[in-house]
C-alpha cells in the first residue's frame, strides 16, 4: 500500500463547533482502517479549538486555512504563524486561489510561507492556472508561481513542504467538470520538473504533490490511479463525513 496524504480544507463550509467535533470524532473512528492514509483538516479560525480538543492524541493533523504574514504586533484581525502554533496547527494552506483573489500577491504568499516554515510548521503551498489555453501558457503561469514562493526559502521551510496543485477553473465544480487523470499527471510530472530545477532532484522527490479541484468520490480513483498525484486536497466534499470517507477509500486502495 503506497502512502497517501489528503487535506480537508473545510473553507467555510462547516460552521459550528459541534459539526466541526461530530466530524472530527467519527473520522477518527475509522483510522484504524486507513494505515496507508494521513489526514489533515483545515476548519476556520473559530473552530481550531474544538476540533483539536475531538483529536487530541489521534494522528489526525490539524490545519489553518490561512496566516498572517506579519510576525506580531499592532495587526488588527490578523492570526500569526505563532499563535497558530499554540493553538495545535501542524500545517498551513497558504497561496489559495480563493486568497490570492482577495489580493494576496506572490510577495504576500512567500512572507507566509516564511511565518509558517519559521514556526516549524508545514506549508501546503497551492499552486495553479486560471485558465487552460491551447498555447500551453499554463506551464509558464505554474513555473511563475513555484519559483516566485521557492526561490531562496530557506531550509527549515522546504524540508517540510507539501505542494498542491489546484487549477482554478477546476475548483468547486463536480466530478464530471473536473480535470483528467491524463492532464493531471502531466502537469505533476511538469511541477516536479519545475521543483528539481529549484531545488535539486533529491529534494524535489520528497515533496508531496497534491491535487485539488473537484475531487469527488467519483472521480477520486481514477485520479490517484492515473493522476501520478501523493493525495488530494479537497474542498467541498470534504465538509461532510459522508462525502469524504468514500475518497479516503479510494485512497487507501490506489
Ligand atoms: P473543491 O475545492 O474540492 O471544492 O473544488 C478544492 C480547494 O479549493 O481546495
Redesign the pocket.
Known amino acids: 500500500m503506497k502512502k497517501r496524504l489528503i487535506i480537508g ?1 473545510w473553507k467555510m463550509y462547516v460552521e459550528t463547533p459541534q459539526k466541526a467535533t461530530a466530524f472530527a470524532k467519527e473520522l477518527r473512528a475509522k483510522m484504524r482502517s486507513l494505515p496507508n492514509v494521513e489526514v489533515g483538516l483545515a476548519p476556520s479560525y473559530t473552530l481550531l479549538s474544538a476540533v483539536a480538543e475531538a483529536l487530541k492524541r489521534s494522528t489526525i493533523k490539524m490545519g489553518a486555512q490561512g496566516v498572517s504574514r506579519y510576525h506580531a504586533d499592532a495587526h488588527t484581525g490578523e492570526v500569526s504563524a505563532k499563535m497558530l502554533k499554540e493553538a495545535g496547527v501542524s500545517f498551513v494552506i497558504v497561496g ?3 486568497r490570492r483573489a482577495l489580493g494576496e500577491t506572490e510577495e504576500v504568499v512567500r512572507t507566509q510561507m516564511m511565518e509558517v516554515g519559521e514556526a516549524g510548521l508545514t506549508v501546503v503551498l497551492c499552486v495553479g492556472e486560471k485558465e487552460r489555453d491551447a498555447s500551453g501558457d499554463y506551464f509558464t503561469f505554474i513555473k511563475q508561481q513555484l519559483t516566485s514562493a521557492l526561490v531562496g526559502l530557506n531550509k527549515k521551510t522546504l524540508s517540510k513542504l507539501v505542494v498542491a496543485y ?1 487549477p482554478v477553473w ?4 463536480t466530478a464530471v467538470d473536473a480535470m483528467k487523470p491524463h492532464e493531471i499527471q502531466e502537469t505533476i510530472i511538469y511541477i516536479r520538473k519545475v521543483l528539481t530545477e529549484v531545488q535539486g532532484r533529491e529534494q524535489a522527490l520528497k515533496i508531496p504533490i497534491l491535487y ?4 469527488e468520490a467519483e472521480n477520486a480513483s481514477a485520479i490517484i490511479k492515473e493522476g501520478g498525484v501523493s493525495g488530494f ?5 470534504s465538509a461532510n463525513i459522508e462525502t469524504f470517507l468514500p475518497i479516503l477509500k479510494a485512497l487507501k486502495n490506489g
Open positions: 480544507n489559495h486561489s480563493e489546484e477546476a475548483i468547486g465544480k485539488g479541484g473537484s475531487v486536497l479537497v474542498g467541498h466534499a
